[in-house]
């Protein structure tokens, strides 16, 4: 019996991801064209102040919904000469900021909101027949995608959370803050989303699994976990290239060591700021993470590309 909600439950999981992808896909191809014609078109120009830089990190990866789109796209314009190393790195550090957004929204407690973004879009589907406004109901439909996919996720959890299992899982990650880091870096380099990877604690929170305190250090990993499908993609490009995606790694690297020392206090902050929607809670301490290691790291742009250059050599 135990195994057939084990099995029955994992299909739930598999489906409810598949749904929560096949939205996220459909959303940032989407905008994928248009976000790639337009960064191609003088991004270097635009790109000359920071503050610029990381505003169209931030808007690119909101309209992919992918920081590994967004950042990969960075990278071949690094690789293509198009876009310089030193005004990419803000670009970099936006994306991280960009790709909280979908955590935020997902946090927002609406019941069937999937079922009326569903007839919202079959509704415009029918109406827009231009393909200029093709992007509209696309989109809608991406989000319904993505949020029905998060109610089959948080049913299928919710009915094995009392088992054996998940409870020696969850103390085994309770355990210790580099055991839970560890475990998010390896779930989101396997699933090469970190946005998935968010919205399944966000699941696991909601549903009382675990606590704010075992989920941060998971966050934590997480966001070097996202760096390895960016890591891969630099594999075939330019030494410029390999450089602008290692900056993403040290970005990411570099924040995880800054609140690991005041984790405790963080955990604390973000409980405070929300103290009654775990999911928000996970979705502000994600916004946290990254709005924070920018402000820090942002001044130090150059340094950040020092140490690339010194790892990644010219041949």
């Known amino acids: 019996m135990l195994e057939n909600i084990y099995f029955v439950s994992l299909l739930g999981i598999i489906g409810g991801l598949t749904l929560f992808l096949s939205g996220i896909r459909q959303m940032s191809k989407s905008f994928e064209g248009i976000i790639s014609h337009k960064i191609r078109n003088g991004i270097d120009r635009f790109t000359s102040s920071k503050l610029r830089g990381v505003s169209i990190g931030i808007i690119a990866t909101v309209l992919l919904h992918s920081s590994s789109a967004a950042t990969i796209i960075i990278i071949s314009l690094v690789h293509g ?44 589907m029918i109406i827009l027949r231009s393909k200029k406004h ?122 995880v060591i800054i609140f690991y020392f005041i984790i405790d206090y963080f955990c604390a902050f973000v409980v405070y700021l929300s103290p009654d929607n775990p999911a928000r809670q996970i979705a502000n301490a994600h916004t946290i993470f990254n709005v924070v290691t920018t402000i820090i790291l942002l001044p130090f742009s150059s340094v950040l ?3 690339s250059q010194k790892i990644i050599k010219e041949k």
Not at 83 to 101: E, H, V
Not at 107 to 118: G, M, P, Q, V
Not at 137 to 142: E, V, Y
Not at 217 to 239: E, M, Y
């Open 134 to 255: 093709h992007i509209i109901w696309k989109t809608i439909l991406g989000l319904a995608l993505i949020f029905a996919g998060m109610d089959v996720i948080t049913y299928s959890i919710s009915r094995i959370k009392s088992t054996k299992f998940f409870f020696n899982l969850i103390k085994y990650l309770s355990k210790s803050k580099g055991m839970s880091i560890f475990a998010g870096f390896i779930l989101t380099a396997i699933i090469q989303s970190s946005t998935t990877g968010i919205t399944i604690l966000q699941v696991m929170t909601s549903s009382n699994i675990i606590n704010i305190n075992t989920a941060i250090p998971i966050i934590l990993g997480q966001n070097i976990g996202t760096c390895v499908d960016t890591l891969i993609g630099s594999l075939a490009i330019n030494r410029f290239g390999k450089q602008a995606a290692l900056i993403h790694v040290l970005f990411n690297v570099f924040g």
């Open 81 to 124: 000469n198009l876009l310089s190393i030193y005004n990419a790195i803000p670009i970099i550090m936006g994306t991280n900021i960009g790709t909280t957004f979908t955590a935020q929204l997902l946090a927002f407690e609406i019941k069937n909101l999937s079922i009326y973004l569903f007839l919202i879009g079959i509704f415009l």
């Open 305 to 307: 590309l020092y140490i």
